[in-house]
């Protein structure tokens, strides 16, 4: 009898929980579903259609427009997104690595302070950080430069505990030593013998920074005048400001976003196998 009561209890609890996952589902799920009904509407069905119901397909027509207007300042927009975002992250997680690895496997006086230092980095809110960040690049003259933007995001506390609790978990003291008692200096034993049993877990950490670029907005706001420089969020908040007097923005605006989220998209699904092994991995440790 209790066994059958709690295989019962058990599947009321399945049930319950994949009812909720459902639910949160269509919840984070459902903004995305408008967004590509929207983009593939005209401009003259966006207020006179429903907003979850599909009605004449014009995602072509409307792709054209979103990549001519202005002349092509979209493409533009997209391709300094591009390089933010990517070697940002690359850069950002090779930095991580490094600093990860050090404070993992190097024992010296004050490595824990300074670890709850970067700690404490984490805690600090990027917008706190804009004004502070504006006044040192203005004195160096980088404000309105592709610097301006890519420097401070190649910075990542986050990045660096998460690379430390990835060393701890994967690289062994004693293949460091070895790889040290055969003439290998301590760079060569990172990026020969460390850093390839970090890659899986590295990926989490690069697709951390890469979407925190990616999504970026206060800072390039603070530090960008050039239209030139911006990167895709600012740029569509900047046509988006501009809807209240030229309308036939704002089919640009929603096809833009739509556009936007793709490449975000194609990367988690290419690099899923090794961040989930990586955050299985830091789940462990």
């Given at each position: 009898?209790?066994?059958r009561s709690?295989m019962?209890?058990s599947?009321?609890?399945?049930?319950?929980?994949?009812?909720?996952?459902?639910l949160?589902?269509?919840?984070?799920?459902?903004?995305?579903?408008?967004?590509?009904?929207?983009a593939t509407?005209p401009?003259?069905?966006?207020?006179?259609?429903?907003?979850?119901?599909?009605?004449?397909f014009?995602?072509y027509e409307?792709?054209?427009i979103?990549f001519?207007?202005?002349?092509?300042?979209f493409?533009?927009?997209?391709?300094?997104?591009?390089?933010?975002?990517?070697?940002?992250a690359?850069v950002?997680?090779?930095?991580?690595?490094?600093c990860?690895?050090?404070?993992?496997?190097?024992?010296?006086?004050?490595?824990?302070f300074l670890f709850?230092?970067?700690?404490?980095g984490?805690?600090v809110?990027?917008?706190?950080?804009a004004?502070?960040?504006f006044?040192?690049f203005?004195?160096?003259?980088?404000v309105n430069t592709y610097?301006?933007?890519?420097?401070?995001s190649?910075v990542?506390?986050f990045g660096?505990?998460l690379?430390?609790?990835?060393?701890?978990?994967?690289?062994?003291?004693e293949?460091?030593?070895?790889?040290r008692?055969?003439?290998?200096g301590?760079?060569?034993?990172?990026?020969?013998?460390?850093?390839?049993?970090?890659?899986?877990?590295?990926?989490?950490?690069?697709?951390?920074?890469f979407?925190?670029?990616w999504?970026?907005?206060f800072?390039p706001m603070?530090?960008l005048?050039?239209?030139?420089l911006?990167?895709?969020t600012?740029?569509?908040?900047?046509?988006?400001?501009?809807?209240?007097?030229?309308?036939l923005?704002?089919?640009?605006v929603?096809?833009?976003?739509?556009?936007?989220?793709?490449p975000?998209i194609?990367?988690?699904?290419?690099?899923q196998?090794?961040?989930?092994?990586?955050?299985?991995?830091?789940s462990l440790?």
């Open positions: 009898m209790s066994t709690t019962r209890e599947r009321v609890s399945r049930t319950a929980v994949m009812a909720l996952m459902l949160l589902a269509v919840y984070f799920l459902l903004p995305v579903y408008f967004l590509i009904v929207a509407k401009q003259g069905d966006l207020a006179s259609t429903n907003g979850l119901a599909f009605s004449h014009n995602l409307n792709l054209h979103l001519i207007r202005s002349d092509g300042i493409g533009r927009w997209a391709l300094n997104t591009i390089i933010y975002a990517v070697l940002g690359a950002g997680t090779l930095i991580s690595a490094l990860g690895y050090a404070l993992a496997k190097f024992p010296f006086r004050g490595r824990e709850s230092v970067i700690l404490g984490v805690l809110p990027t917008t706190a950080l004004l502070p960040l006044l040192l203005s004195a160096t003259g980088l610097l301006a933007v890519f420097l401070p190649i990542s506390p660096v505990y690379a430390r609790i990835f060393t701890n978990a994967a690289v062994p003291q293949l460091i030593e070895s790889a008692l055969d003439g290998a301590e760079f060569r034993t990172f990026f020969s013998v460390a850093l390839k049993l970090m890659t899986p877990a590295l990926v989490t950490v690069f697709l951390f920074q979407v925190a670029i999504n970026n907005f800072l603070v530090m005048q050039k239209e030139s911006f990167p895709l600012l740029g569509l908040y900047q046509w988006n400001g501009q809807t209240a007097r030229a309308p923005l704002q089919q640009s929603i096809t833009g976003s739509l556009v936007s989220i793709v975000v194609i990367v988690f699904v290419l690099l196998r090794f961040w989930r092994s990586g955050l299985a991995a830091g440790k």
